[in-house]
């Protein structure tokens, strides 16, 4: 059992810079990342990062997000640059293990001016 608990989201201007936090509730060692769900659309992967620190991203977000893990603290950081107003969505990280994947509830992005 893993519980995920993400935080960070909130309102921010087009072009500007936003981090989002996931802390999981004991040591993680299995690829995690996060989705996103904006209203009317699909869900979305928008980056993963392996056990091994290797990162994959969706191509509308190459070069302006990050991520990372601090597996010392149990934690995975998205960090977001030159936010755009179609990148409003709740993010939701997610924890892949060998029998089951393991969800957070969401945070809210709002990008707007």
């Known amino acids: 059992q893993v519980q995920l608990v993400e935080s960070g989201g909130g309102l921010v201007q087009p072009g500007g810079s936003l981090r989002l936090s996931c802390a999981a509730s004991r040591s993680i060692i299995y690829t995690m990342g996060w989705y996103r769900q904006a209203p009317g659309k699909q869900r979305e992967l928008v980056a993963v990062?392996?056990?091994?620190?290797?990162?994959r991203y969706a191509d509308s977000v190459k070069g302006r997000f990050t991520i990372s893990r601090d597996n010392g603290k149990n934690m995975v950081h998205l960090q977001m640059n030159s936010l755009k107003p179609e990148n409003t969505a709740v993010y939701s990280c997610?924890?892949?293990?060998?029998?089951?994947?393991?969800w957070g509830q969401g945070t809210q992005v709002t990008v707007s001016s």
């Open positions: 990062i392996t056990s091994g620190g290797t990162t």
């Open positions: 997610y924890l892949d293990c060998s029998v089951r994947t393991y």
